[in-house]
């Protein structure tokens, strides 16, 4: 084991491997207040990737409701509840990892799902947590939450699927950080499905080898951002890259939402493999949920997020959320615009920081009629 810098739990860690990071690090922020769970991206990824024999139970890309919401079944709560007491001193993580609360003679804490376990893909879709006693939907604020969690492999700096892996069949590309499986090496033992507490590598039993989210990186290569994000109907993804702190720049986008604002969070970052996909935490939800499930930053995250109206650069930010099928590494604002850029500067898309409003009058007189979709 050797020991590497984990930044999000803000110390060192044990991993199998020493740290090896690479040129730069494929990421993304998912904004899960404007998710509305229509499973586009779920469908996008699946009709482009896994439409082949045996891959028919596999969603590389998933929207769960949660609290009750999995896939696969109790894959989070089950490995958390394995894990035992997750302590945070401030924003240093005080617990044990993954890596570290490993039974002796393996490598990760984890536990392999049956097959029935993917079988319900929409399980505790819509459920809602908190008191509903008679009436008490109706008052505002109302007590019952639920919200959607729309999940792809995180291609983690610390990945638990490669670290599990007795083949070495899986890597971490240098130029972009993306976590593939060789599927000539991989010999399906599914050490990897068992390792991966994100439930993001799956056994083909087709073709016997383990198979997982590739962040469509021939796509990636070509300046493209994944299926899932430009296919996604809320706008709620942004893809690009991600800085270690201490490198962070406020001009790349995930840099700026991650570390500048700290307003993307990692999913159960707890676990220690620096995952690479980061949220914007649902505004409605109680904070010890969401401390859980995204770390000591909750509560600040969200702060910033509600005054985000009165913030012109992170309310320009958001707006490029979903613009444009390119990676855009590098924006800026310049008064009531917000550009995307590429590395070297050049424009990818441009965007008003507020869309006009047009009020139309319920009586057209230029045609002396009455409109009927206005309220
Ligand atoms: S989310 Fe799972 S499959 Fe993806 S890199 Fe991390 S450990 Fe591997
Ligand atoms: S396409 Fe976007 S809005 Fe629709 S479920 Fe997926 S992430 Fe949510």
């Known amino acids: 084991m050797a020991l590497v810098r984990n930044w999000q739990l803000g110390r060192e860690m044990s991993y199998w491997y020493p740290e090896a990071r690479p040129q730069r690090q494929f990421a993304a922020v998912f904004d899960i207040n404007k998710c509305i769970a229509c499973q586009t991206c779920t469908l996008a990824c699946k009709t482009t990737w896994t439409s082949g024999k045996g891959q028919e139970y596999m969603l590389w890309n998933n929207v769960e409701s949660k609290p009750y919401g999995f896939y ?5 709560v089950k490995l958390l509840d394995m894990l035992g007491a997750q302590r945070w001193q401030g924003s240093r993580y005080a617990g044990r990892t993954l890596f570290e609360a490993a039974p002796a003679g393996e490598r990760v ?3 392999r799902p049956e097959d029935l376990d993917y079988a319900h893909p929409n399980i505790g879709e819509d459920d809602c947590a908190g008191r509903i006693d008679a009436g008490a939907a109706l008052a505002v604020p109302h007590f019952a939450w639920f919200f959607y969690l729309a999940r792809i492999c995180n291609h983690c700096t610390y990945p638990a699927c490669l670290a599990s892996c007795p083949r070495g069949s899986i890597y971490k590309r240098p130029e972009d950080g993306i976590v593939l499986v060789d599927q000539g090496r991989c010999r399906g033992y599914r050490e990897c499905v068992k390792a991966c507490p994100y439930k993001k590598v799956f056994y083909n039993p087709s073709t016997g080898t383990s198979e997982k989210c590739i962040a469509c ?3 990636i290569e070509q300046g493209e951002q994944p299926q899932c994000f ?4 809320g706008k709620i993804r942004l893809a690009g890259f991600v800085s270690t702190p201490e490198q962070a720049r406020p001009d790349n986008p995930i840099d700026y939402l991650v570390h500048v ?20 935490p649902p505004v409605h939800v109680p904070l010890p949920y969401l401390e859980q499930m995204f770390g000591p930053g909750v509560s600040a995250a969200l702060d ?3 005054a985000a109206a009165d913030d012109p650069d992170l309310a320009g930010l958001l707006t490029l959320f ?4 390119e990676v855009m590494p590098r924006w800026k604002r310049s008064g009531d615009t917000v550009l995307g850029l590429a590395e070297n500067g050049r424009e990818l898309m441009r965007v008003p920081l507020r869309e006009p409003v047009y009020v139309r009058t319920a009586f057209d007189s230029a045609r002396g009629v009455v409109r009927t979709n206005v309220p």
């Open 72 to 76: 696969p079944l109790a894959w989070d």
């Open 109 to 111: 804490l984890g536990w």
């Open 217 to 219: 990186y021939p796509k």
């Open 230 to 233: 430009v296919n996604c109907i």
């Open 261 to 280: 604002r700290k307003v993307a969070l990692p999913l159960y970052p707890q676990l220690g493999l620096e995952p690479n996909v980061y949220y914007i």
């Open 304 to 306: 910033t997020y509600r």
């Open 322 to 325: 979903g613009c444009s099928h």
